[in-house]
């Protein structure tokens, strides 16, 4: 059960288009769309941003988007903007119908 | 609104045992997953455990395997983490989540979650 391998941090500066990358192997993204994504301010509860690699819950914005080729997840930020500062975290669903997440990916608006 | 609230969290020595508890309300409790997620200290979200609605699977992350056990009560609407065995490496701020999906079905993302219980292993 090792983790999806997430980039530890990037960064954009306001209006640009940012992408997070989340990889994992033929034993869980690669075999499963149930891919998610969570947004986690300092000290605040995960927030479900993207669910089954690509949908949007209500009330999230959509400058959020997922996508997925592969053994690897994409989460996109489009029109960047301070308040998205904030740890992105992926998650999958494996063939052992175990989850796991990813090591988070700590994102700062310039 | 969905509401998760964790309670049972405390300092405990390693070897010692702790019971986590979840109260569930504003949903219908027995139609869905649950789950454990655990995040440490500075670090990253943890998949810890689940329980399918009806009780009768539990599925466990490999560093829990053996020592936690989940359990639900679906008349009480409330989950459980029983602890044993516990190390320096399980302290964390310990998440309830739900599991969306309905009845026997789940779609594996965490559409809610409680605000977490604090437990610290320490001698």
């Known amino acids: 059960q090792s983790a999806l391998s997430q980039p530890a941090s990037v960064s954009g500066s306001p209006g640009q288009s940012i992408t997070f990358s989340c990889t994992g192997t033929?034993?869980?993204?690669?075999?499963?769309?149930?891919v998610s994504w969570y947004q986690q301010h300092p000290g605040k509860v995960p927030k479900l941003m993207i669910y089954d690699v690509n949908e949007r819950p209500s009330g999230v914005s959509n400058r959020f988007s997922g996508s997925k080729s592969g053994n690897t997840a994409s989460l996109t930020i489009s029109g960047l903007q301070a308040e998205d500062e904030a740890d992105y975290y992926c998650s999958a669903y494996t063939i052992t119908s175990t989850l796991i997440f990813g090591g988070g990916t700590r994102l700062t608006v310039l | 609104q969905v509401q998760l609230v964790e309670s049972g969290g405390g300092l405990v020595k390693p070897g010692g045992s702790l019971r986590l508890s979840c109260a569930a309300s504003?949903?219908?409790?027995?139609?869905?997953?649950m789950s454990w997620v655990r995040q440490a200290p500075g670090k990253g979200l943890e998949w810890v455990s689940y329980i399918v609605s009806g009780g009768s699977d539990m599925y466990y992350a490999d560093s829990v395997k053996g020592r936690f056990l989940i359990s639900r009560d679906n008349a009480k609407n409330a989950l459980y983490l029983h602890m044993k065995n516990l190390r320096a490496e399980d302290s964390a701020v310990y998440f309830c989540?739900?599991?969306?999906?309905?009845?026997?079905?789940?779609?594996?993302?965490?559409?809610?979650w409680g605000q977490g219980a604090l437990v610290t292993v320490s001698s």
């Open positions: 504003g949903f219908i409790f027995d139609d869905h997953f």
């Open positions: 989540a739900r599991l969306s999906g309905s009845g026997s079905f789940s779609y594996f993302h965490f559409d809610s």
């Open positions: 033929s034993s869980d993204i690669g075999t499963y769309n149930y």
